[in-house]
Nanobody
Framework: QVQLVESGGGLVQAGGSLRLSCTAS??????MGWFRQAPGKEREFVIVIDWSGVSTYYAESVKGRFTISRDNAKNAVYLQMNNLKPEDTAVYYCAANKSPLWTLQRRPDEYDYWGQGTQVTVSS
């Protein structure tokens, strides 16, 4: 059974940091990404990383502040978030793609599996 489990969310003050983790089980995945969804807004792309960990792509809003990494031995992906802003408040979702083709997956429909989400709240 394929499952993605996120952890690491919480409440932090503006300027603080959080590290989200996502562990996949059931099969290995290629591209893995993070999306977020704030209340009343559509789910938006945040960041994606390829199988090798070499290629990444960031949304403009998080460049210079967020970093993605992965550990294939653990089938896990991590999102380090620094200098957090109130506008980063959202539910963060981990997503995984089972295709080996790297296409800078930025759309939700390019992913096959999703985690349940973890809340990140940044206070001003």
């Amino acid at each position: 059974q394929v499952q993605l489990v996120e952890s690491g969310g919480g409440l932090v003050q503006a300027g603080g940091s959080l590290r989200l983790s996502c562990t996949a089980s059931g099969r290995p995945f290629y591209a893995m990404g993070w999306f977020r969804q704030a209340p009343g807004k559509e789910r938006e792309f945040v960041i994606v990383i390829d199988w090798s960990g070499v290629s990444t792509y960031y949304a403009e809003s998080v460049k210079g502040r967020f970093t993605i990494s992965r550990d294939n031995a653990k089938n896990a992906v991590y999102l380090q978030m620094n200098n957090l802003k109130p506008e980063d408040t959202a539910v963060y979702y981990c997503a995984a793609n089972k295709s080996p083709l790297w296409t800078l997956q930025r759309r939700p429909d390019e992913y096959d599996y999703w985690g349940q989400g973890t809340q990140v709240t940044v206070s001003s």
